[in-house]
């Protein structure tokens, strides 16, 4: 049996944050607004794991403000996404994510993301993928206010 899971984030991109993005660090200007690290690729990927299987989003796993996830490592939401879907009996087969983002360009930092990603979710490369696009200058990612991304994912029943 397979079950398909969708999840979608928004960051506000704030002066002198930190831009951190599919759980690697990228030099610019701003970064993402957030409680956590505000990895809004990573926040969209664990809701799209926790929708796989009908669990909630990870705002009632992790309270935006409980100060115990301040600064969070968004890494460790996307691994208790992760180990949630398995106490299910459930494995990731493939990630599909876009990013929308006006700047910076983050082309060549694709490639360490998906490796992050997948090392996190113990899958092959080849099974994460990761898009980027603009949104031509129009509205408030095109403005430079904000990043958005959009995640699904394919899960399958474990072989027992
Ligand atoms: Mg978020």
Known sequence: MVRIGFGYDVHVLQIGRPFILGGV????????????????????????LLGSLALGDIGH?????????????????????????????????????????????IGPYIGKMRETIASLLSVSVDSVSIKATTS??????????????????LVARKQV
Do not use: C, W
């Not at 031509?136 to 994912?153: I, K, P, S, T």
């Open 25 to 48: 660090h990228i030099p610019f200007e701003k970064g993402p607004l957030g409680h956590s690290d505000a990895d809004v690729l990573l926040h969209a990927l664990a809701d799209a």
């Open 61 to 105: 796993y992790f309270p935006p403000h409980d100060p115990q996830y301040r600064n969070m490592d968004s890494k460790e939401i996307v691994r208790t996404a992760r180990t949630m879907v398995e106490e299910k009996g459930y494995a990731l087969v493939n990630a599909d994510m876009t990013v929308v983002l006006e700047k910076p360009r």
């Open 136 to 153: 031509e200058g129009m509205g408030f990612v095109g403005r430079g206010e904000g990043v958005q991304a959009y995640a699904v994912v």
